[in-house]
């Protein structure tokens, strides 16, 4: 009954029929899709894999809800990895594949779609700059709960606020609406995707930033389309790809200098110098921190860019993070000027800081010194959930108990 891994999976039509089909198919409940082709056809997840070029290890993730899938291009692979005819197709949110007769023989379903679509554009109708402000503001209490306890405490928050904004831009015919929509759904997708890179799920981080790219761009705000490209290159610098990541920010910078604020151009110039110190090219890092500092405008934040906090103190941990690498004996100072002015609230961010300045510490031949400040990063990571944080913080601690030993 399972078949080679390479045959078609093979769910009979009637399937698509039953009420508990259909109302998987109008939820877009991904793993309830993958169990019927599991019960109805008997593929395994390896078949399942093959039909829909999803890796087999998050098909497992997705039958356990352990992940989500979100992007419109994946909802089509699964849609014809499984067979998915017109009418469960539409009942899916796809449009049909044969346009000439999109139900077939099915007229009822063809009027409930327009019955749908008709609510759901009804219901997107009443979304009004006052509603805009609301989702605005939910996001940016998300993030402010980010700071503080991490992404992993607030993942269900995230995924209901993203599914809810995607709805009703999805819908909303007004241009003025969609626009101010799609900002909404650029900031909070990105911040979707540093919770992923802090969690290590490179893939959905990836996956997050493209929506927020598309979203931004709809909204034609460069600001945030520059900002949520600059942090994508954190996946290319994560994955190994520096390089790569120095070029993307370049290119942003380059592209984007006369439409982003100074504190923007600041930002992108300190992540370009990150990029540079882990390829291990210190001329182009110290370029990119002194850019940093001519661009660095009074004030730690910008009203109309919530997502984006820089000062001098920011600057001289982001400094510290980089030069440590090259073993600048001003890095120490640097980081503790920055821990001294640091606000008490970026709990994630301290970690990132403290673990900055025990390796500098460490590198100084000072591990006794060094210690308090890696066991309290290891403290703040674990209650922010920073899988990306505890596999540098576990390193440094190996490192410092070899040099007291």
């Known amino acids: 009954m399972h078949g080679n891994a390479f045959d078609p999976i093979e769910i009979p039509a009637q399937v698509w029929d039953r009420e508990e089909s259909r109302e998987i198919l109008k939820s877009r409940d991904v793993a309830g899709l993958f169990n019927l082709a599991v019960k109805y056809s008997g593929a395994t997840q390896v078949r399942i894999s093959t039909a829909t070029g999803i890796p087999q290890g998050r098909i497992s993730e997705i039958i356990r809800r352990q992940r989500q899938v979100t992007d419109l291009e994946v909802f089509e692979r699964i849609a014809a990895g499984l067979g998915l ?16 007769s999109p139900t077939g023989d099915h007229g009822g379903e063809h009027q409930e779609q327009i019955e749908e679509l008709t609510a759901r554009l009804e219901a997107s109708a009443v979304v009004d700059p006052v509603m805009v402000m609301i989702l605005t503001m939910e996001t940016n209490s998300l993030r402010l709960m ?92 994560d994955l190994g790809r520096p ?64 997502y984006l906090s820089l000062d001098r103190h920011h600057l001289a941990r982001w400094r510290g993070n980089c030069l440590v690498r090259f073993g ?14 640091m606000d008490g609230t970026y709990n994630r961010a301290e970690s990132a800081l403290r673990c900055d300045l025990g390796h500098a510490l460490l590198a100084g031949g000072e591990p006794e ?37």
């Open 85 to 100: 005819p017109d009418h469960a197709r539409m009942l899916f949110g796809l449009a049909p594949l044969d346009t000439a």
């Open 146 to 237: 980010d700071r503080r306890v991490g992404g992993v405490a607030i993942a269900d928050k995230m995924r209901a606020q993203i599914a809810h904004i995607e709805h009703v831009h999805r819908h909303a015919v007004r241009p003025g609406i969609r626009a101010q929509l799609a900002h909404v759904l650029a900031e909070t997708s990105s911040l979707a995707g540093w919770q992923a890179i802090n969690t290590g799920a490179l893939a959905d981080a990836w996956d997050h930033y493209e929506r927020a790219k598309a979203a931004a761009r709809e909204a034609d705000n460069p600001a945030v389309l520059a900002y949520v490209s600059g942090e994508q290159a954190y996946v290319l610098m």
């Open 243 to 306: 390089a790569e990541a120095t070029e993307l920010l370049q290119y942003l910078h380059a592209t984007h200098r006369d439409r982003i604020p100074p504190r923007l151009r600041t930002w992108l110039a300190a992540a370009e110098a990150e990029a540079a110190a882990i390829l291990g090219d210190e001329a182009t890092c110290r370029t990119a921190l002194e850019q940093a500092a001519a661009l660095l405008p009074d004030g730690a934040a910008d009203e109309d860019m919530p």
């Open 328 to 341: 600048d004996p001003g890095t120490v100072e640097d980081l503790r000027s920055a821990l001294a002015g």
């Open 369 to 405: 010194a060094a210690q308090p400040h890696i066991q309290r990063a290891q403290q703040l990571a674990t209650m922010t959930g920073s899988r990306r944080q505890r596999k540098r913080i576990e390193e440094l601690s190996r490192a410092v108990k070899r040099a007291l030993n």
